[in-house]
T-cell receptor, first 112, second 115 residues
């Protein structure tokens, strides 16, 4: 069965650079969630989209923005990167308000 | 306030033994869902089991079962006949119905299965 796809899987950036993370949900899934997991930490919710509209917002820095496109894929844009942005970024998708969120493999971002 | 509490930062268990990972939660929402996820060293987040707040029976999925004690706000994960491949970080998580659908995670328990 198709799973959530995230690209790239690994990304190395320098401080103050920008990064774009992409998420392709499972086909027919219309809701996308972004989570950030710092080293040794639990995942923290960043932002979610339902039917291309922002649904909920968590502890997402103002330097970050995200959107969901007409084909339901989502992109997380991160500017003025800081060392503390180094983390594993997960995307998860669901269909409507179903209980189970299917997680992608994550993008490991390293800021040097 | 911490919504999900996992009091065991790490556990060591002999292969083939059963293991219980503790999880307590806090919510005033009568409708919520509880999850357990497994995160191996490779990093992916693997869904294991789900329990709804209105479910009458404890959830089971193969070797995984969830010991749901609603009055105590407890949702422990039981893994029967542990295997070496069960070594991983395990997260308990909750979704509250009136707080959209984001999942709140506990701090996790790192499980080590010993041969």
């Amino acid at each position: 069965a198709a799973g959530v796809i995230q690209s790239p899987r690994h990304l190395i950036k320098e401080k103050r650079e920008t990064a774009t993370l992409k998420c392709y949900p499972i086909p027919r899934h219309d809701t996308v969630y972004w989570y950030q997991q710092g080293p040794g930490q639990d995942p923290q919710f960043l932002i979610s989209f339902y039917e291309k509209m922002q649904s909920d917002k968590g502890s997402i820095p103002d330097r970050f923005s995200a959107q969901q496109f007409s084909d339901y894929h989502s992109e997380l844009n991160m500017s003025s990167l800081e060392l503390g942005d180094s983390a594993l970024y997960f995307c998860a998708s669901t269909r409507g308000k179903t209980y189970e969120q299917y997680f992608g493999p994550g993008t490991r971002l390293t800021v040097t | 306030a911490q919504k999900i509490t996992q009091t065991q930062p790490g556990m060591f268990v002999q292969e083939k033994e059963a293991v219980t990972l503790d999880c307590t939660y806090d919510t005033s929402d009568p409708s919520y869902g509880l999850f357990w996820y497994k995160q191996p060293s490779s990093g992916e987040m693997i869904f294991l089991i789900y329990q709804g707040s209105y479910d009458q029976q404890n959830a089971t999925e193969g070797r995984y079962s969830l010991n749901f004690q609603k009055a105590r706000k407890s949702a422990n994960l039981v893994i029967s006949a542990s295997q070496l491949g069960d070594s991983a970080m395990y997260f308990c998580a909750m979704r509250e119905a009136n707080r959209d659908d984001k999942i709140i995670f506990g701090k996790g328990t790192r499980l080590h299965i010993l041969p």
